[in-house]
């Protein structure tokens, strides 16, 4: 009898948040000015999501752990180059658009026909991660069309805590408003959850691991089928950097006392 | 289904009742936005009971209450919220879905509109007419950009950002609900709600003020040593004073999560920015933040901005803030605090 979790992470690829991005027109429709020539990064909150794939299935005996990614293939190979050091898993690339721009029907949509081919999935044990949101197209749509895709009913957003009970059963905490969290119980798998940060730091580098990820990592590149992410049906009226510069006053060499009596009146006011 | 733009749209505002059956006042500031929209809509409620809701904006205008109820809807969960939503916007034959995005709706109307052959758009931040069509205002790349876009899509889900518009009131009345039942089942049930484990209450959406703790508070002073005790007391005495919602930036929030002595009230949830909230407060205090523009976005919603910063040209400040009193945070917030009661 087969044990442990099936733990497909989906998870794609965005420019590194220190970079300074700029909207150009292209022939699809809007892009970055010199997008692939940008660093990028994965996902932040999706990376969450791959760190705790990665705990649970070292927690949990006879789990494995999938990376289901969209992104342009050559971009795709430089970041796995640092992420297959963090933990273990299987990746199964897309070769397509990861721009923010893109409908996050299409691309939930290719992501659940990669998740659907994957050899001997026991969709009774599957949990289904990923970030809550994206930090390029920042909807928070596409993993809730995944689930509806494979059937999976049971899903929670905005997630930083997993428990697995003795009988099988999850314990989730999601972020809610008020800086609250809602407790849910889900009796079993499947269940698709997107992670917010959770409650895990960043796995250290392991050269061993990245090893032997990357043996298999470089095969997934090479077979990534081409996917289709576009914007048919969107028309962008206008995409801007929005105007940030203030009139700064600066105060200099004015008294802590005067400074904390202008700044309370300012609050009271 | 692509069935293009028609001048005039099938509205449904789509809201679900809080835990004592009223509704939020994002709800209310949705259906003062499909107000103004100046096209008829119908409003759909999802609760335990929408009944008193419903009569609490009897007069809004509306040309239609419809009403999913049950103690199973009560719930804020997917499998229910979705079947209730889902039959809401079929009964309504909506073309346009307008709701808050509340953590509720956000979690399930994506899903919603994948059933209905639409497409949802969530954190909205305006809704509007041009040359007859639907326009809508979004964020991508957290924050970082602005985009206003016009959708064939129908059934067209619109999720609205709180804060975005003006709540409807003094609209009570007695309203007729068209009640639709709903067959929903779900393996999850719902506990409740906790706090974060700091017992600390710093997060406060409805402050009038935020308060934003840098990374320049745990680092070395100016006797080359860090006074972190020192720094949760005068921020903790603020916080108790001014009933301010507490942020932070990510690096200090990174820096706990690898379990170096920081400050200790500090959790993931209270980090603003790039990777973290972007809250809509009318003003904002921050002190000892460093930083450029994936940080800074963490208080692009705020409208009155001041810093106490030594750098006085940090990015966090020059350009971004009214005021910047280039002083040591520490003696600032220390008399501050001696001022406020």
Redesign the interface.
């Known amino acids: 009898m087969n044990s442990g979790y099936q733990i497909v992470v989906c998870a794609s690829i965005?420019?590194d948040?220190?970079q300074?991005?700029e909207?150009v027109a292209g022939p699809q429709g809007?892009a970055l000015k010199n997008e692939m020539m940008l660093p990028a990064v994965l996902d932040?909150?999706a990376a969450h999501a791959l760190f705790e794939a990665a705990h649970l299935a070292r927690n949990t005996p006879g789990s494995k752990v999938y990376l289901v990614s969209l992104a342009p293939k050559a971009k795709l190979q430089q970041v796995m180059m640092t992420v297959a050091q963090k933990a273990p898993f299987e990746l199964i690339a897309l070769d397509g658009p990861s721009g923010?721009?893109t409908?996050?029907?299409d691309v939930?949509s290719a992501l659940a026909a990669a998740i659907q081919a994957i050899p001997d999935l026991d969709r009774s044990r599957l949990l289904l991660f990923g970030g809550w949101e994206s930090?390029?197209?920042?909807?928070?749509?596409?993993m809730?069309?995944v689930?509806?895709?494979l059937g999976i009913?049971?899903?929670?957003?905005?997630v930083?805590e997993l428990t697995v009970g003795a009988d099988g059963s999850l314990r989730i905490?999601?972020?809610?408003?008020?800086?609250?969290?809602?407790?849910?119980?889900?009796?079993?798998a499947p269940a698709l959850l997107g992670w917010?940060?959770?409650n895990l730091?960043e796995p250290r580098n392991n050269p061993q691991v990245g090893m032997l990820n990357m043996r298999a990592m470089m095969l997934a590149l090479q077979k990534a089928k081409p996917a289709h992410a576009a914007a048919a049906?969107?028309?962008?009226?206008?995409?801007?950097?929005?105007k940030?510069?203030?009139?700064?006053?600066?105060?200099?060499?004015?008294p802590?006392?005067d400074?904390?009596?202008?700044?309370?009146e300012?609050?009271r006011g | 289904m692509?069935s293009g733009v028609t001048a005039m749209e099938t509205i449904l505002v789509l809201l679900h009742t809080e835990s004592d059956g009223a509704l939020a006042r994002s709800a209310l500031e949705t259906l003062g936005l499909a107000r103004t929209l100046g096209m008829p809509f119908s409003v759909g409620l999802a609760g335990a009971d929408v009944k008193a809701a419903a009569d609490s904006i009897a007069a809004c205008g509306a040309t239609r209450f419809l009403g999913v109820a049950g103690v199973e809807f009560a719930q804020?969960?997917?499998?229910t919220d979705?079947a209730a939503a889902e039959a809401l916007a079929r009964a309504a034959d909506a073309t346009v879905i307008l709701g808050p995005a509340?953590?509720?709706w956000?979690?399930?109307m994506?899903?919603v509109a994948?059933?209905l052959g639409g497409?949802?758009?969530?954190?909205a931040t305006g809704v509007g007419l041009?040359e007859g069509k639907l326009?809508v205002t979004r964020?991508?790349?957290?924050?970082?950009?602005?985009?206003?876009?016009?959708?064939?899509?129908r059934p067209w889900a619109i999720l609205v950002e709180g804060g975005c518009g003006e709540a409807l009131t003094g609209a009570a009345g007695t309203a007729s609900v068209d009640m639709i039942a709903v067959d929903a089942h779900?393996?999850?049930?719902?506990?409740?709600?906790?706090?974060?484990k700091t017992g600390q209450?710093?997060?406060?959406?409805d402050a009038d003020?935020l308060f934003v703790t840098g990374a320049g508070w745990s680092k070395n002073q100016a006797d080359g040593k860090p006074r972190v005790e020192e720094a949760e007391k005068l921020i903790l005495g603020f916080l108790d004073a001014?009933q301010a919602s507490l942020g932070s930036s990510k690096s200090l929030v990174?820096l706990s999560?690898?379990?170096q002595a920081v400050l200790g009230f500090l959790t993931?949830?209270n980090?603003i920015g790039?990777?973290g909230a972007t809250p809509r407060h009318r003003?904002g205090?921050a002190t000892c933040c460093h930083g450029?523009?994936?940080h800074?976005v963490g208080w692009?919603f705020v409208t009155?901005?001041?810093a106490?910063n030594l750098d006085?040209n940090c990015g966090w400040?020059?350009?971004?803030?009214?005021?910047?009193?280039?002083?040591?945070a520490f003696?600032?917030?220390?008399?501050?605090n001696?001022?406020?009661p």
């Open positions: 965005v420019p948040p220190l300074t991005l909207p809007p932040p909150w923010g721009f409908e996050a029907a939930a930090a390029s197209r920042g909807a928070g749509a596409t809730q069309i689930g509806e895709l009913r049971e899903q929670f957003q905005g930083d905490l999601e972020r809610v408003e008020g800086g609250k969290h809602q407790v849910s119980l889900c009796s079993a917010a940060t959770g730091p049906g969107v028309t962008f009226a206008g995409v801007a950097v929005p940030q510069q203030r009139e700064t006053r600066l105060v200099r060499d004015m802590a006392a400074i904390a009596r202008e700044i309370v300012w609050i | 692509d804020s969960r997917y499998g979705a509340t953590s509720r956000n979690r399930v994506p899903g994948h059933r497409r949802a758009d969530t954190h041009a326009r964020w991508y790349y957290r924050q970082r950009m602005e985009a206003v876009i016009e959708r064939t899509h779900s393996r999850t049930e719902v506990e409740g709600l906790q706090s974060p209450q710093t997060i406060r959406p003020l001014t990174d999560g690898e379990g993931h949830l980090q790039q990777t003003k205090l450029e523009e994936p800074v692009r009155e901005r001041r106490v006085a400040a020059r350009g971004k803030a009214d005021v910047v009193y280039v002083a040591d003696e600032v917030m220390a008399q501050v001696a001022l406020l």
